[in-house]
């Protein structure tokens, strides 16, 4: 490993990044307003015109954004966006050069994070895994929590430039690790979802008022940030993403493909997931993940 | 109605309290406290024995505490038990003068709530329904939280004995609004469990370090009670309940028996009933609700 290039300062190191949709135009604007000297590539150019107004430079390709840099984040849509990304003949493993560091923080399959770690380390490279929770509020606000997986030196090493996206950075083991954390979270955020949905499906069944249900149940054994941020939203009428459903319905089946693999049994995922599958189906594919709420109504499921 | 009645004062007011398990007996104890004059009952007498001590009376039926009461309190375990104590030939409805009201705290139907009120009504008399969540802490530390369903002239003057054991009183709606309330808390526990279950035999397939896991995700969108209060509890190996598995079985059972006759169907919840009333075959029933971890790793389920 090259000691040298592992002091990240804004004279030393020159970042690349790709992928400028919501997220990534927050967390790459903080790296240029800390000083940083940033080489960008996005499928569609016009949607990182913010950031090179900011000063960051264009590139034509994640190969030559790679070429560039030492430190290279990437943060697009689905897998198969990650593979393009990095594994296309101008993609970034094309160009990273020895001793260079690149960083997935879209979430991904962990199979794929530990793919792109193998390939780095055959030229001498590095790569991390590094998906972020906290949504376009965390990314705006410097706020997110990021979860990390890949070599533990290589992670401290970027601690200063991941302080300026995040609050929560946690070190979650080998590549894929950081995730298989993001996973474990969309895990959670299922059952919550499951949960919350159908609550209010039962109170408006039943003749509730649904704000009076959750004064009396948001700060007890229900509690939970589904109840508290998503609840409310749903009760307005108001199914805007948010989180959409196609890209959650991309994380769960990440988790569902990784859970068969591990010969573990995930049914309440599973439900969920099927559930979602048939509301996407049925238009809800670029709502907010709060539209289950519609999709319980529908019942067709099941 | 009695207007006469209605004017709670420990000088003024009988009181009577069926039911003195654990979250009876801290209830009965904060009225106690306060200067109110209390006759009780339960079926063992023993279990009344500190508040006895406290200076509170016993009757040796639940009709004669009703008898020398103004306001009873239930609280007792199952619907049958609710059944029991209210329609025996012994029992509340059969003591309970005219003007007298009987608040029954068990969680049970909302049907058989709307039965006790219709009663009650015959008589002269009133009933609310008005379970708790908060659990054994809630009860002691008189923090709980009442969901209240019935007259609500009735429920506003009941307000010093509920000021006296919760921090969170939120009149629902007529008879039964209370029992539905506390359904739309148990549904969205059903999904928060589910969830955080899951996510933690996910995380151990994956070779995760658990305790990193909640790190990273616990403050953020998966953040719940759940995985605040029980996933630590589950990664120290600690079933102990809480809140047993067998009394979750018999709530979901009525949310499910409600939703049916109000024509919604609940596919999680259908699924966390399913896997609770396997794991309490096999022997987790006296256990915490955090045994779900158990369930799903034993896998019979699906």
């Known amino acids: 490993m090259n000691q040298g290039k592992l002091k990240i300062t804004p004279d030393s190191t020159l970042i690349g990044w790709i992928g400028t949709g919501v997220m990534g135009l927050h967390m790459c604007g903080h790296l240029i307003r800390a000083g940083y000297n940033v080489t ?4 569609t150019r016009e949607k990182a015109l913010t950031l090179l107004n900011m000063g960051a430079k264009w590139a034509d390709s994640p190969q030559n954004v790679a070429r560039s840099s030492d430190v290279i ?8 966006d990650v593979r393009q990304v990095y594994f296309d003949n101008n993609g970034v493993l094309a160009g990273l050069p020895a001793g260079g560091i690149c960083v ?9 994070a530990q793919e792109i770690s193998i390939k780095a380390l055959e030229t001498n490279a ?3 895994d590094a998906p972020v929770s906290g949504g376009d509020i965390g990314a705006r606000e410097g ?3 990021i979860m990390i997986g890949g070599e533990e030196n290589i992670f401290h090493a970027l601690m200063p430039l991941f302080r300026l996206m995040a609050s929560n950075i946690v070190y979650q083991g080998p590549a894929g690790a950081g995730q298989h954390t993001k996973m474990c979270n969309q895990i959670v955020i299922a059952g919550t979802m499951i949960g919350v949905c159908e609550s209010l499906v039962y109170a408006a069944g ?4 649904p ?3 959750l004064e009396s149940i948001t700060r007890g054994a229900a509690g939970c940030w589904t109840l508290d941020n998503l609840a409310p939203r749903i009760l307005r009428n108001d199914f805007d993403p948010g989180f959409m459903v196609d890209h959650f319905i991309k994380d769960m089946g990440i988790a569902l493909d990784e859970s068969r693999q591990m010969g573990i049994k995930l049914p309440g995922l599973s439900l969920v997931d099927q559930i979602y599958k048939e509301a996407s189906a049925r238009g809800h594919g670029r709502n907010g ?8 109504l529908e019942g067709h499921h099941q």
Chains 1, 2 share one sequence.
Do not use: C, E, H, W
């Not at 960008?40 to 499928?43: A, L």
């Not at 039943?206 to 008022?209: C, F, P, Q």
């Open 143 to 145: 706020k997110l929590s």
């Open 126 to 128: 590095f790569a991390l």
């Open 289 to 296: 993940t709060q539209a289950l709420y519609q999709a319980l």
């Open 40 to 43: 960008v590539f996005n499928r």
């Open 104 to 112: 997935d923080m879209t979430t991904t399959s962990p199979s794929l």
């Open 211 to 213: 704000l009076r249900v």
């Open 206 to 209: 039943a003749g509730l008022d």
């Open 73 to 80: 984040f990437t943060i697009v849509g689905f897998p198969q």
